[in-house]
T-cell receptor, first 115, second 112 residues
């Protein structure tokens, strides 16, 4: 069964450094998402991406965050200057259809640890 | 009031019992309702996906949605130790990009 893959599984970074999290969504999917889950808290929406542009973003997704689909397969989340509070699991998700009645499928996440 | 509420558990049941999970929500715009299973250090895995009110059954899993009460349920019949995980409810409105709003998850432990 096709799946969303994320790399790396664990990223350790010094505070203030830039980090790029990578995702390969399911190949025929059109909508792409990033969510994060701080330890012990809910999964929270960060951003959705469709047709090479952001379609919606949360208040968490400030100017330090950016997303890109650099080629036909990868979808990346960049955090420009990491803070301690960015430590979390980051999940990528993708969805097939342009209509709303399609579920999102998640990758296994990247655990980001900021020191 | 939180947008989606879910009892964190843990919910401990003997093997073979029925597991009953539920979520309440406050946003009447939610139209699509999902249940995900999450094992430790893994991503959410889709279990059930329903639209609007009603029941849906898939194997040992039954999902129920009551939009008038803003209440959704997941039942797991003949529970197995491998069902031990955290169960997340999630929901979205009708917009095509439809971000998911999650509950906090219920941890379930099925004892052999």
């Amino acid at each position: 069964e096709p799946e969303v893959t994320q790399t790396p599984s664990h990223q350790v970074t010094q505070m203030g450094q830039e980090v790029i999290l990578r995702c390969v969504p399911i190949s025929n999917h059109l909508y792409f998402y990033w969510y994060r889950q701080i330890l012990g808290q809910k999964v929270e929406f960060l951003v959705s991406f469709y047709n090479n542009e952001i379609s919606e973003k949360s208040e968490i997704f400030d100017d330090q965050f950016s997303v890109e689909r650099p080629d036909g397969s990868n979808f990346t989340l960049k955090i420009r200057s990491t803070k301690l509070e960015d430590s979390a699991m980051y999940f990528c998700a993708s969805k097939f259809g342009q209509t709303s009645n399609q579920p999102q499928h998640f990758g296994d996440g990247t655990r980001l640890s900021i020191l | 009031q939180k947008e989606v509420e879910q009892d964190p558990g843990p919910l401990s049941v003997p093997e073979g019992a029925i597991v009953s999970l539920n979520c309440t929500y406050s946003n009447s715009a939610f139209q699509y309702f999902m249940w995900y299973r999450q094992y430790s250090r893994k991503g959410p895995e889709l279990l059930m996906y329903t639209y609007s009110s009603g029941n849906k059954e898939d194997g040992r899993f039954t999902a129920q949605v009551d939009k008038s009460s803003k209440y959704i349920s997941l039942f797991i019949r003949d529970s197995q130790p491998s069902d031990s995980a955290t169960y997340l409810c999630a929901m979205s409105n009708k917009a095509a990009g439809n971000k998911l709003t999650f509950g906090g998850g219920t941890r379930v432990l099925v004892k052999p």
